[in-house]
């Protein structure tokens, strides 16, 4: 069972765990919004059917973003990147980090977050 929209910290969690349930914290299939349930949901299906490990390299020049770039710009890029692999719920960035990279997501899918004043989510 997923339940969108609870957390422990919320008053839905927080009365959940008060009456004994989901002691466990690992059985708590909690997510803030219905879309984290689904992709938790697809990510689900996709593991049981084995179609999620890629091992291949996806290649620089394939981001649309690097278009039109000639093979030694490309190979002079290739030197000063890194691809680390990021686990899920992870920030690759947080608020107030240096603008000082570019991330170039080759699979998956990236969530965008910001507190805002009043303690409100805002994300995209």
């Known amino acids: 069972m997923l339940l969108a929209g609870v957390t422990p910290q919320g008053r839905h969690g ?16 909690w997510f803030r919004d219905s879309d ?15 179609l999620t490990e890629h091992t291949a ?10 278009e039109g770039m000639s093979e030694s710009e490309l190979s002079a890029d290739r030197a000063s990147l890194r691809a680390p692999r990021l686990r899920r719920r992870r920030g690759a960035v947080q608020e107030n980090d240096p603008g000082d990279r570019l991330c170039l997501i080759a699979r998956g899918a990236v969530e965008i977050s910001i507190i805002v004043p009043g303690g409100a989510r805002a994300q995209s």
């Open 36 to 50: 984290q349930a689904v992709e938790w949901a697809e990510r689900a299906i996709l593991d049981a059917r084995g």
């Open 14 to 29: 927080a009365t959940l765990i008060a009456h004994d349930a989901f002691r466990d914290a690992s059985s708590r299939l």
């Open 57 to 66: 390299p996806y290649p620089l020049a394939a981001f649309p973003l690097l």
